[in-house]
């Protein structure tokens, strides 16, 4: 091999293990850092032998319970020993390989159930939570009913749970994709889907008013525009990290405690410039397209497995997928941005795994509710979200050649963290 060759190789390694296995800088407190593998074993062992000859065996439920949670105890354990950190190290690489062990759980999960019978996985659910045979999807309340009735009390009431959820999800959506105009397309294309699928999902219809005013101005766009400026204040401040063993105040010692669950430095985000290529243009508008998908995989698989919105697997799978798509967007976005990176993070590629996983259980169990479904509309749908996907991105591309000119292109590779 030739040395050039070499060189490259090397350097295409270095950038893949940065958002791969990102390894620890500055450490202040070594014990939390360092191996305890010996010690990590001979508790998870007693652990283990403990609660298998004390428990209570009577109930056969319970007992299959136990021995879930048993494995994904020692899965967890194990993900920590020998899973990839990620291209985070805050609050600890442990973490990290938490998340990405508890990913790799559920596209198993989700494997498993793939290739089960649509009577099997009811039968599975009602196993986890027998309440769910008493709840049918149509037991829903009504939507866009009275839609010409438009008064300030009418308004104020659908400023419910959803609606922070709304305002929330968006801040932190922009907290990790960091770009105005890509934001505020996909939050606009969210509304066409709504639109588009309100025929298979009754959730779906809305008044024009609750669509347009407290959906994309109100929630989104307030969502929106707090992420960011805290993105700009993490941006533009000052990272100064003190070890907590050289800090004598209590207080001190608490604030460094805390301050060790924000990030160690914040990197700005440069998705587009002038100077990109087609393969990041068409990247960033296949990312758009998938953000799509994965939003509706949300909803279908509640409203095919019947499921209320409050229920916990609900809720469970949300905040799953929200810790595990942090490090994928970060990772897509080196593969994307950084020509020196050539294959995409670990965590990326589970995270696309599970969202194709999903999308065809919905399919594969939602046959009839499919069957209903009017393929104008999809087709429609798909072509819309394609051209504006393209058109978003080929205007965020005009914007930074004609509005940004100055902007040094080096701003294009990501910074390494300190």
Same mark, same amino acid.
């Given at each position: 091999?030739?040395?050039?060759?070499?060189?490259?190789?090397?350097?295409?390694? #270095?950038?893949?293990?940065?958002?791969?296995?990102?390894?620890?800088?500055?450490?202040?407190?070594?014990?939390?850092?360092?191996?305890?593998? $010996?010690?990590?074993?001979?508790?998870?062992? !007693?652990?283990?032998?403990?609660?298998?000859?004390?428990?209570?065996?009577?109930?056969?439920?319970?007992?299959?319970?136990?021995?879930?949670?048993?494995?994904? =105890?020692? /899965?967890?354990?194990?993900?920590?020993?020998?899973?990839?950190?990620?291209? =985070?190290?805050?609050?600890?690489?442990?973490?990290?390989?938490?998340?990405?062990?508890?990913?790799?759980?559920?596209?198993?999960?989700?494997?498993?159930?793939? /290739?089960?019978?649509?009577?099997?996985?009811?039968?599975?659910?009602?196993?986890?939570?027998?309440?769910?045979?008493?709840? &049918?999807?149509?037991? #829903?309340?009504?939507?866009?009913?009275?839609?010409?009735?438009?008064?300030?009390?009418?308004?104020?009431? &659908?400023?419910?749970? =959803?609606?922070?959820? &709304?305002?929330?999800?968006?801040?932190?959506?922009?907290?990790?994709?960091?770009?105005?105009?890509?934001?505020? !397309?996909?939050?606009?294309?969210?509304?066409?889907?709504?639109?588009?699928?309100?025929?298979?999902?009754?959730? /779906?219809?809305?008044?024009?008013?609750?669509?347009?005013?407290?959906?994309?101005?109100?929630?989104?766009?307030?969502?929106?525009?707090?992420?960011?400026?805290?993105? +700009?204040? *993490?941006?533009?401040?000052?990272?100064?990290?003190?070890?907590?063993?050289?800090?004598?105040?209590?207080?001190?010692?608490? +604030?460094?405690?805390?301050? %060790?669950?924000?990030?160690?430095?914040?990197?700005?985000?440069?998705?587009?410039?002038?100077?990109?290529?087609?393969?990041?243009?068409?990247? *960033?508008?296949?990312?758009?397209?998938?953000?799509?998908?994965?939003?509706?995989?949300?909803?279908?698989?509640?409203?095919? /497995?019947?499921?209320?919105?409050? &229920?916990?697997?609900? $809720?469970?799978? *949300?905040?799953?997928?929200?810790?595990?798509?942090?490090?994928?967007?970060? %990772?897509?976005?080196?593969?994307?941005? #950084?020509?020196?990176?050539?294959?995409?993070?670990?965590?990326?590629?589970?995270?696309?795994?599970?969202?194709?996983?999903?999308?065809?259980?919905?399919?594969?169990?939602?046959?009839?509710?499919?069957?209903? !479904? %009017?393929?104008?509309?999809?087709?429609?749908?798909?072509?819309?979200?394609?051209?504006?996907?393209?058109?978003?991105?080929?205007?965020?591309?005009?914007?930074? %050649?004609?509005?940004?000119?100055?902007?040094?292109?080096?701003?294009?590779?990501?910074?390494?963290?300190?």
């Amino acid at each position: 091999m030739e040395p050039g060759n070499s060189a490259v190789t090397d350097e295409s390694k #270095d950038a893949f293990s940065y958002i791969n296995e990102r390894p620890v800088d500055d450490i202040s407190l070594e014990f939390f850092y360092k191996p305890h593998t $010996i010690t990590l074993l001979a508790v998870s062992i !007693a652990a283990v032998i403990y609660t298998a000859f004390v428990r209570d065996e009577t109930s056969t439920q319970d007992n299959l319970w136990a021995g879930i949670c048993c494995v994904i =105890f020692f /899965f967890l354990i194990i993900s920590v020993l020998t899973f990839p950190n990620g291209p =985070f190290t805050r609050p600890h690489p442990a973490i990290w390989r938490i998340v990405f062990g508890m990913s790799v759980l559920y596209l198993l999960a989700l494997l498993f159930l793939l /290739f089960q019978s649509h009577s099997t996985v009811y039968e599975i659910m009602y196993w986890i939570d027998p309440n769910l045979r008493n709840f &049918h999807i149509d037991m #829903d309340k009504e939507y866009a009913v009275n839609c010409s009735d438009i008064s300030l009390p009418r308004i104020w009431s &659908h400023v419910d749970v =959803f609606a922070w959820g &709304h305002f929330f999800g968006w801040m932190f959506k922009a907290i990790l994709f960091r770009h105005t105009g890509l934001l505020w !397309a996909i939050s606009i294309m969210w509304e066409i889907t709504e639109i588009a699928f309100a025929h298979l999902l009754p959730n /779906f219809l809305e008044c024009w008013w609750d669509s347009v005013i407290l959906d994309v101005l109100v929630c989104n766009g307030l969502g929106i525009w707090v992420g960011l400026k805290i993105c +700009k204040a *993490l941006e533009m401040r000052e990272y100064k990290w003190v070890s907590i063993r050289d800090i004598s105040s209590t207080t001190g010692k608490i +604030k460094r405690a805390i301050l %060790q669950f924000t990030p160690v430095h914040w990197t700005p985000v440069r998705w587009l410039d002038p100077t990109c290529t087609y393969m990041r243009f068409f990247a *960033l508008g296949q990312l758009v397209v998938f953000w799509q998908i994965s939003e509706l995989n949300t909803f279908f698989l509640k409203h095919i /497995f019947e499921m209320p919105p409050s &229920h916990p697997l609900v $809720i469970a799978r *949300l905040c799953l997928i929200g810790v595990i798509v942090a490090p994928s967007v970060r %990772q897509y976005y080196t593969y994307v941005t #950084d020509p020196r990176c050539k294959r995409v993070g670990t965590q990326c590629w589970v995270y696309g795994v599970i969202m194709v996983t999903e999308s065809m259980l919905c399919v594969k169990n939602g046959k009839e509710l499919f069957g209903q !479904a %009017q393929v104008c509309n999809v087709i429609v749908w798909l072509v819309i979200q394609i051209l504006v996907s393209i058109g978003c991105v080929y205007g965020v591309v005009l914007y930074h %050649q004609y509005f940004e000119p100055n902007k040094e292109i080096a701003a294009d590779s990501p910074k390494k963290e300190k």
